[in-house]
């Protein structure tokens, strides 16, 4: 009968959850930081980074450790693209990259995860604020609120957007601008702007768009692969 060596069986397990915990302090540090200053230091990543190539040392078998890293590393040239067209910041981008190499395909659940596991389970949690937005919107038309005001010439199709993309607010904080002026007419605007440079809005009752830190999402999405797997996957595999 074979022999099973129990050293490496050891140290294979805690070099594993030794990466779940990294990342999980990494998202939580990342997390904390932007939601105080709204901008992380990216020496975070580069600590992290580098504990990612350290712990390929303490791996009992390390080309399949970098075979892993490897096939959950071509996140990295996806999210690098939704960066630079501006949906979500470079901090962002990088927090998935490290993720990648730190903790790939990581789950203590039965279900399968993959290279966009995480990502997939992010972009759900963030159609949170959609509907709180729609939620809002309803009371405060239900209230007989005019959230329109001085807007009688946007189109219908713009105002139906604006109510799930945004809010008016009386005094924005942390809160982007939907909407620009065409002479004395309030319009709205729904381009897409970069995270990383446009300026939080400072000017009272506007329609804005919620700022809230990606980074708390992101921190989410991999609690999720962890404990659940992959949100889609399972869905579809019970809807089967």
């Given at each position: 009968?074979?022999?099973?060596?129990?050293?490496?069986?050891?140290?294979s397990v805690?070099?594993?959850?030794?990466?779940?915990v990294?990342?999980?302090?990494?998202?939580?540090?990342?997390?904390?930081?932007d939601?105080?200053?709204r901008?992380?230091?990216?020496?975070?990543?580069?600590?992290?980074?580098?504990?990612?190539?350290?712990?390929?040392?303490?791996?009992?078998?390390?080309?399949?450790?970098?075979?892993?890293?490897?096939i959950?590393l071509?996140i990295?040239?996806?999210?690098?693209?939704?960066?630079?067209?501006?949906?979500?910041?470079?901090?962002?981008a990088?927090?998935?990259?490290v993720?990648?190499?730190?903790?790939?395909?990581?789950?203590?659940?039965?279900?399968?995860?993959?290279p966009?596991t995480?990502?997939?389970?992010?972009?759900?949690?963030?159609?949170?604020?959609?509907?709180?937005?729609?939620?809002?919107?309803?009371?405060?038309?239900?209230?007989?609120?005019d959230?329109?005001?001085?807007?009688?010439?946007?189109?219908?199709?713009?105002?139906?957007?604006?109510?799930?993309v945004?809010?008016?607010?009386?005094?924005?904080?942390?809160?982007?601008?939907?909407?620009?002026?065409?002479?004395?007419?309030?319009?709205?605007n729904?381009?897409?702007?970069?995270?990383?440079n446009e300026?939080?809005?400072?000017?009272?009752?506007?329609?804005?768009?919620?700022?809230i830190?990606?980074?708390?999402?992101?921190?989410?999405?991999?609690?999720?692969?962890?404990?659940y797997?992959?949100?889609?996957?399972n869905?579809?595999k019970?809807?089967?």
């Amino acid at each position: 009968m074979a022999s099973v060596n129990f050293s490496s069986l050891t140290m294979s397990v805690d070099v594993t959850s030794i990466r779940i915990v990294l990342a999980l302090l990494m998202l939580g540090i990342a997390s904390y930081t932007d939601i105080r200053k709204r901008e992380i230091d990216d020496r975070i990543w580069m600590i992290f980074g580098g504990l990612a190539i350290l712990l390929l040392f303490f791996t009992t078998n390390m080309v399949n450790s970098l075979t892993t890293i490897g096939i959950s590393l071509v996140i990295a040239p996806v999210v690098l693209f939704i960066w630079r067209i501006g949906f979500f910041g470079g901090a962002d981008a990088f927090a998935l990259i490290v993720l990648a190499a730190l903790a790939p395909e990581s789950t203590f659940s039965i279900s399968q995860v993959h290279p966009f596991t995480t990502l997939i389970n992010t972009v759900l949690l963030s159609i949170i604020p959609v509907l709180v937005n729609v939620t809002r919107n309803i009371f405060s038309v239900l209230r007989h609120e005019d959230i329109f005001k001085g807007f009688e010439t946007e189109t219908r199709k713009n105002k139906i957007i604006a109510m799930f993309v945004g809010h008016r607010s009386k005094n924005p904080k942390f809160s982007f601008s939907i909407e620009k002026r065409e002479g004395n007419l309030r319009k709205l605007n729904f381009t897409l702007k970069n995270a990383d440079n446009e300026e939080f809005c400072s000017s009272p009752d506007t329609w804005v768009t919620t700022g809230i830190p990606y980074m708390i999402y992101i921190f989410g999405g991999f609690v999720i692969q962890l404990v659940y797997g992959d949100v889609v996957f399972n869905v579809i595999k019970m809807l089967h």
